[in-house]
């Protein structure tokens, strides 16, 4: 009976410790796994974060850009510079446009569209006075001093 006893005790004892190194194993296995998850997610939430970042900058400096732009319409005296500027003025809708466009589809929290919404308005309320002084400064007879004014 002492020698069934030992033996039991014996299997109880590896019985224990394999559960115990298994059950080890089992939350070490569920850790990484979780680990990579969160890695996935803070790897899209950066590359989402960043894109959004590169678009927003890209409409800054084009907005820069035709800022510039203005500034040295006014400045020159020949039409033909001054087309010449036109052209490249508006030539920079293009990236402007398409940044926009990009980061539209990727805004996702309601408050940062709110902050955009805002910022889109007053783009949308002072372009049309960039238009139509671009074109009366290019099609039009008007110089510097009278746009200044």
């Known amino acids: 009976m002492k020698r069934f006893f030992v ?13 115990v190194i298994l059950l080890t194993l089992l939350g070490v296995t ?11 997610e803070v790897f899209e939430l950066v590359t989402r974060v960043s894109l959004e970042a590169e678009y927003t900058h890209t409409m800054r400096d084009v907005i820069r850009k035709r800022e510039v ?18 052209v490249r003025f508006t030539s920079y809708a293009a990236a402007y446009a398409e940044a926009r466009e ?16 805002r910022v889109q308005d007053a783009i949308n309320y002072t ?3 960039h238009e139509q002084l ?6 039009g007879n008007v110089d510097a001093a009278e746009i200044r004014a």
């Open 7 to 19: 033996n039991d005790m014996e299997s109880l004892t590896s019985v224990g410790f394999a559960t």
């Open 30 to 40: 569920v850790a990484l796994l979780r680990l990579d998850s969160w890695n996935e």
């Open 69 to 86: 732009s203005i500034q040295r319409m006014l400045a020159m005296n020949d039409r033909f510079e001054r087309d010449e500027e036109y």
């Open 102 to 117: 990009k980061l539209e589809s990727m805004i996702t929290s309601p408050e940062i569209r709110d902050h955009y919404q």
């Open 127 to 129: 372009q049309p006075f």
């Open 134 to 139: 671009t074109e009366a400064m290019i099609h």
